[in-house]
């Protein structure tokens, strides 16, 4: 099999969603040690967003994006036994490229995927639920009785936290933008839900951790939203920061966790966490088994791959629920 013609998404520049570029690329075949994979389903994430205006630099210009995606394995390298062609695989994290329709890949960073479990269901929860897993049993054991806050509870990873906190046997409080979204929430498990834009979720989420605050509180919004989401935890609970959609957080003391609170801020990576190639494999087969086993993942928005500057816009003005997935 000789080269093939892929078709691209991806930058020349940082910017804005218009700064996304249609490239074309010629694929060689897979070298030993990699799989070829036809790509049917690719995430969208907002770290996808990140790179894009530069928040999170990229070794170099231009660059496809995306960190995601499932398809079928096309073709395999010299030495590849564990994967074969035809199988359908997933994977997620570094190196970006999963806006395309066909990429290489090393062996070692493609699972395969158990049957029942659709490749679109894959690439819309594979690393919304490693960053699931992160949160609840890495940052913080989540145990039954625990208390747990989520922002964005509707969203895509909102709502896989949700059920799984919920597996665990923790109490779940989220904020939404909207009584539809409060409602595809509870739908999904949720214990309660704040309208952000019309309640105090700080007084919200205290009285629903008996007084106290909640055990673990996740923050993916940044901005001046961090600082107030610190004053939600009980003493001894932790906040995880894991992203900024509202902009850079400002300088926060030491003294705003401690002595009198005594709570402790994380600022996990789920990118981070997966360059270890044993961690990632570990975490990953526990989310698509997990999958596999009924873990609901709703992929609100489905979109051509050529639409993705659109996929962004929708999620950086908060008009999406569930996942985003892009069909090359």
């Avoid at 919200?204 to 605050?213: D, H, L, M, S, Y």
């Amino acid at each position: 099999m000789g080269q093939q013609d892929a078709y691209q998404i991806g930058i020349d520049s940082y910017g804005g969603a218009d700064a996304l570029r249609t490239f074309s690329h010629a694929v060689p075949p897979p070298a030993p040690g990699e799989v070829q994979i036809r790509q049917t389903a690719v995430g969208v994430n907002f770290v996808d967003i990140y790179f894009r205006t530069g928040l999170h630099r990229l070794p170099e210009l231009p660059a496809v994006l995306g960190v995601e995606a499932a398809g079928v394995v096309e073709a395999v390298g010299a030495d590849v036994i564990d994967v074969a062609v035809g199988q359908r695989v997933a994977y997620a994290g570094l190196p970006t490229g999963s806006y395309t329709n066909l990429r290489n890949l090393p062996v070692e960073r493609v699972l395969r995927l158990p049957d029942g479990l659709s490749n679109e269901t894959a690439a819309a929860g594979l690393l919304r639920g490693v960053t699931t897993w992160m949160l609840l049993h890495r940052v913080r054991e989540i145990k039954a009785g625990d208390t747990v806050f989520v922002h964005a509870a509707a969203g895509g990873l909102g709502l896989i936290v949700v059920q799984w906190a919920k597996a665990l046997g923790a109490r779940v409080i989220g904020t939404v933008g909207t009584a539809q979204k409060a409602a595809l929430a509870k739908a999904h498990g949720l214990d309660q839900a704040v309208l952000h834009r019309s309640e105090d979720f700080v007084e919200a989420v205290r009285v629903f951790g008996g007084g106290a605050g909640v055990d673990l509180a996740i923050d993916g919004i940044g901005g001046d939203t961090l600082r107030r989401t610190l004053g939600v935890v009980k003493p001894f609970g932790v906040v995880a920061s894991i992203g900024q959609v509202a902009g850079p957080v400002e300088a926060l003391s030491i003294e705003e966790l401690g002595p009198a609170r005594s709570i402790a801020l994380a600022r996990p990576s789920v990118i981070g966490l997966m360059r270890d190639t044993t961690q990632y494999r570990a975490a990953a087969q526990i989310v698509l088994g997990k999958l596999a086993d009924g873990l609901n993942v709703q992929a609100g928005t489905r979109l051509p791959l050529e639409r993705a500057a659109e996929a962004h816009r929708l999620m950086e003005t908060g008009r999406t629920t569930g996942s985003v997935i892009l069909i090359p």
